[in-house]
Structures are given as structure tokens and as C-alpha cells.
């Protein structure tokens, strides 16, 4: 994999540039370096319309548990815990690297809170895989810590430099020729992708975002791939078909997306790691992007391997359904336009039976903090799960697990104020026998999670305002606040059966509302 590129690369210099010369004449894509390099390639390329920059944003949604740490500093944390993410996105960086962008056209963001975490076995190195090597040299620490934020996100999305608050200020200065891959690798729920800090990205906000860097004129088509809980609410009946947009998602509306290389897995991380390495979509399209010539794969070769591999070969026991939206036509393209093809791979030829390995023993990204505290804490019920040696060595009645032990209590807490709360409001609200029903209610295909987002946004506030933070976990319930404005009640009518329901608002961590709204 990706860290010993440095050394590859000095190898195939010779051979990356016949390949980019010989390119140029076949394919009308070229690599960014050819726009400093070559005239020379543009005059041998022909066609005026036919050159085109890639553009690459990374982004990891996900930090450790990052309000519990800020407010808790001296207590064990579980930081590391969601290190999958930024995993991803570290190797995503290495793919576009090997195949040909250059930094100035790859945006990373990503909290940075791993690589050197003290809960990381390997200081300063992210792996990807169990046997994988480094993915985390080289990347760029574009938007880091508290940059890694919904406003910094769009206005790179949209090129706007005024509209950025800190970072390295790189962003997506792309013209009508160009071409965008979008990765997006995080935990969410119906409607909505985390970030590491607050607010959360609605569905409606980012699309949005989509149509106006569309009429802007500054892109040809762009890709975006998104790893997360009901990745598909994000787009389904909001990405229009008509802009150049082509989307695949994790999972489907209403359904959880897959961790990977857990510990417990057939193929799992080595020992000392006690967190998943990656998630299941994502490696899946990043391992064959890894060996296959990109040249020759198409979008659409890629979106099936990437199907039946998270699917678990079409059994979907701990996998999920990888959906696609938008404009479908786009994806006979090859690969090669988005992610450049690393030339080391320029004789694998694509082969369609799936060859990859498939898992079955991965863990539901949103029950992944459950077990990682039920280990913490030297429960065993769950052996080769999770276990942290620095965790299970700590004495009983040390103040390390005293405050794990209290960490999982206060993780359990608030998972069932959340839910109980919310299925209150909905008995409330609909009667005991339909409560349950009308919330879990999930709309046909084709049609978005709600029709007015902004009254979701109001329904999610008067939920926090007398509840408390939905947080990540809470992501869940946004159908249900969806499903409350779908059925037509009023902010008021939910503003006094939250009252009701809540009377006041735990003091642990996960639901304070120190950090104000979630969403
Ligand atoms: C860029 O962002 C600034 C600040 O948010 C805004 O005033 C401006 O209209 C934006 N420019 C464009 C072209 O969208
Ligand atoms: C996947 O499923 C197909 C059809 O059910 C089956 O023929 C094939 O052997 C399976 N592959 C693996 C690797 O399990
Ligand atoms: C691809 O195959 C050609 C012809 O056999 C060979 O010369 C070349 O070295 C191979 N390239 C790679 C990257 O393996």
C-alpha cells in the first residue's frame, strides 16, 4: 500500500511518463502535472475542451469522542476509538497520490487526533489493513482539530477563499474542464453526516451546496463516494440527475454501514489493536482501487465489486446495500478520470468474479462505542473483542478502571435517555399503539427523508432544548424527528410533549449541552 510510494515513484518516473504521454493521445484526461509540464502534451493531445485538472476532497467526519475529552481531560479516553475514518481517509490520500494528483489538488480534512493518539500502538503510523503499511505519511494537514468544520467544508467544495476560518486555505479552484472526487468517511444518521465539531451537515445543505458549485460552470462531473450510518437518506430524492453528479453511497436509506478488520474478525487487526482499522465500503473500493489498473476500470466495474463485497457476497449478514444516485451514465467512465492510475499497475487487468475477501464478522459502526467501554472496563463476555492490553493490565479498583467503569455507565446513560425520550415524544404524540410505528416509518424509495428540512432543523432543537444532545449516537433518531414533521405536527406541539417527555436534562457528558446543538 500507499507509504512506500516515495520509493516506487523514483522507480516508474521513466515509465509514468511514457504512460502520460502515450495517455494523452488515447485519453483525453490528463494529469494535473500536465498542465505545468506540457504544452507540448496539450498540442499532442488535440482538443481544447478535452483538458482538465482532478480535484480530490478527503474528508473524515469523525474525531474520538471529541466533546467528552474536552471536557474531561484527565480521564481515559476513548479517542482512538474511531480511528476507522480517518484510516480511510489517509489511505484515499495514498490512491490519488499514486495516481498521479498532486497535493495542491487533494484537500484533506481530518481531525488528526490519531496518528499520535496514546491509545495508538503505533505512534505516528495509521494502517489500513491488518497487514497494511503506513497511510498516514504524507498526508496533508489541510483542515485539522476544529477546521474540519460544515463551513470550511463548503467553501472548499465551492472555491470561495473569503468564506474560510483557518486551514491551510486549499480549495477546490476548479474550472468547467475539471473533474472531482469527493470521499466522505464518517458516522451519520438519516439526513445527516457528522463532523468532529458542531453543527452536524444536513442532507439538504450539502446538496445544495452540489447544485451551486454546478451553476458556478466550475466543474465537468464529479464523483462523490460516502461512507455512513443511512448514507443513502443523503441523496435519495435531493441529487438531481441532471448536473453532472454520480454518487455512491455505504448503505442504503435506513440501515447502519459496516466497521471492518475489527478485533474478532476472521481477518483481524494485530493484537495490540482493540479498534476496527477500516469500514467495509470504503476498503472495499479502495483495496481494488489499490491493484487494478484504473485506466481500464470503469465506475461502474468498481460500484459492483464494492456492492457484492459489502454486501458479504449478497447475504448482507453484517454488510450493507452500496446504492448509487444521480447520473448513472456517468459511471461507464473509467476510474482513471477521477483517481489517475498509478503506473505500477498499468499491466492488472480487471477481473469481474470478486476475488476479494469477503468478512462476515463485522461490527455495527454505531454499537462499536459499546463494545470498546464493555472491554475497558475487563468485562469478558465478549472474548478476543476490543481488548486493550494497557485496559485489561490496569489493576481492579484503580482509578483507570473506575473511570472506565464510569464511562461506560455515563456511554449507557445516555443511549437510554435518548431513546426512551424519543419514543416517549412519539407515544405522546401519536398514541402508544401507533407511536412506535409512525416514528420507524420509512418513506418509498425515490423519496427524500423529509419534505421540509427546516422544519426537521426546528424539530431536532426543541427535541435538544428540553432533552439534551442527540450526539452521535442520537443521529438514529432523525427519522423519527423527520417523521414528526412528515406527519404535519407543529413546533409547538413538539416543543410541549419534549417538556413533558423531559423534564430535565441528564448531566452526562453525552447529553450536556455544553457544545450547544448537534444539529
Ligand atoms: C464567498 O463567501 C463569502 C463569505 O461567506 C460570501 O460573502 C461570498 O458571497 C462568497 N462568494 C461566492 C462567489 O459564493
Ligand atoms: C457468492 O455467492 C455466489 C452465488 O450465491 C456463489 O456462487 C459464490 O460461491 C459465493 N462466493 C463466495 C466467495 O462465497
Ligand atoms: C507491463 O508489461 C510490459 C510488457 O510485458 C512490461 O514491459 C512492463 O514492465 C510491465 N509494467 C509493469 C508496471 O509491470
Redesign the pocket.
Given at each position: 500500500m500507499g507509504c512506500s510510494a516515495a520509493g516506487a515513484a523514483l522507480l516508474t518516473v521513466a515509465f509514468l511518463l511514457s504512460i502520460m504521454l502515450s495517455d494523452a493521445i488515447r485519453n483525453p484526461i490528463r494529469l494535473p502535472s500536465d498542465r505545468n509540464e506540457g504544452l507540448r502534451v496539450e498540442s499532442g493531445g488535440g482538443g481544447g475542451d478535452t483538458v482538465g485538472t482532478r480535484w480530490a476532497v478527503l474528508i473524515a467526519g469523525s474525531s474520538g469522542f471529541y466533546n467528552y475529552r474536552h471536557q474531561f481531560d484527565d480521564m481515559l479516553l476513548p479517542s482512538f476509538l474511531f480511528a476507522s475514518t480517518q484510516a480511510d481517509i489517509c489511505h484515499a490520500y495514498q490512491i490519488m497520490k499514486n495516481g498521479g494528483l498532486k497535493d495542491e489538488n487533494i484537500i484533506v480534512f481530518m481531525y488528526d487526533d490519531i496518528a499520535h493518539n496514546k491509545d495508538n500502538p503505533r505512534p505516528g503510523v495509521i494502517i489500513n489493513h491488518p497487514k497494511g503499511g503506513d497511510v498516514y505519511s504524507g498526508v496533508p494537514k489541510d483542515y485539522v482539530g476544529e477546521d474540519v468544520n460544515v463551513n470550511n467544508f463548503f467553501?472548499v467544495l465551492?472555491g470561495?477563499k473569503?468564506?474560510l476560518n483557518g486551514g491551510s486555505g486549499k480549495v477546490v479552484d476548479s474550472g468547467p474542464d475539471d473533474h472531482i472526487f469527493v470521499f466522505y468517511s464518517d458516522h451519520g444518521g438519516p439526513g445527516i453526516l457528522g463532523m468532529p465539531t458542531y453543527p452536524y451537515l444536513y442532507s439538504d445543505e450539502l446538496v445544495d451546496v452540489l447544485k451551486?458549485k454546478h451553476a458556478?460552470g466550475s466543474y465537468k462531473s464529479l464523483v462523490f463516494y460516502l461512507e455512513a450510518c443511512e448514507s443513502g437518506s443523503i441523496f435519495e430524492g435531493l441529487l438531481p440527475e441532471d448536473i453532472n453528479i454520480y454518487a455512491t453511497t455505504a448503505s442504503n436509506a435506513y440501515e447502519s454501514s459496516w466497521g471492518t478488520y475489527c478485533p474478532g474478525d476472521r481477518s483481524r487487526p494485530p493484537p495490540e489493536f482493540y479498534t476496527c482499522l477500516g469500514d467495509l465500503y470504503s476498503v472495499s473500493w479502495m483495496e481494488d482501487s489499490d491493484i487494478h489498473n484504473l485506466q481500464t476500470e470503469t465506475l461502474k466495474q468498481q460500484y459492483r465489486l464494492v456492492k457484492t463485497r459489502t454486501s458479504v457476497n449478497e447475504t448482507y449478514k453484517s454488510g450493507s446495500h452500496v446504492m448509487q444516485f444521480g447520473d448513472l451514465e456517468l459511471n461507464v467512465e473509467n476510474l482513471f478520470v477521477y483517481l489517475g492510475s498509478n503506473p505500477a499497475n498499468a499491466n492488472a487487468t480487471f477481473i469481474e468474479d470478486n476475488s476479494l475477501y469477503f468478512h462476515n464478522d463485522a461490527v455495527n459502526q454505531r454499537d462499536a462505542d459499546l463494545v470498546y467501554f464493555w472491554h475497558k472496563v475487563g468485562a469478558s463476555r465478549l472474548p478476543d473483542l476490543m481488548v486493550n492490553a494497557e485496559y485489561e493490565r490496569a489493576p481492579l479498583g484503580s482509578s483507570q478502571k473506575l473511570g472506565a467503569h464510569k464511562e461506560l455507565l455515563d456511554v449507557m446513560a445516555h443511549r437510554l435517555h435518548v431513546d426512551a425520550s424519543v419514543e416517549l415524544i412519539g407515544n405522546l404524540l401519536f398514541g402508544s399503539e401507533r407511536g412506535s410505528e409512525m416514528l420507524k416509518m420509512v418513506r418509498p424509495s425515490g423519496q427524500a427523508l423529509v419534505d421540509d428540512w427546516s422544519c426537521l432543523r426546528l424539530m431536532v432543537r426543541t427535541f435538544e432544548m428540553h432533552c439534551g444532545s442527540l450526539s452521535q449516537y442520537g443521529m438514529k433518531h432523525m427519522r423519527s424527528l423527520a417523521n414528526i414533521c412528515n406527519a404535519g405536527i407543529s413546533v409547538e406541539g413538539m416543543a410541549k410533549v419534549s417538556a413533558q417527555a423531559c423534564n430535565s436534562i441528564p448531566t452526562n457528558p453525552w447529553s450536556s449541552l455544553h457544545r450547544g446543538f448537534s444539529a
Open positions: 467553501a465551492l470561495n473569503t468564506a451551486k458556478l
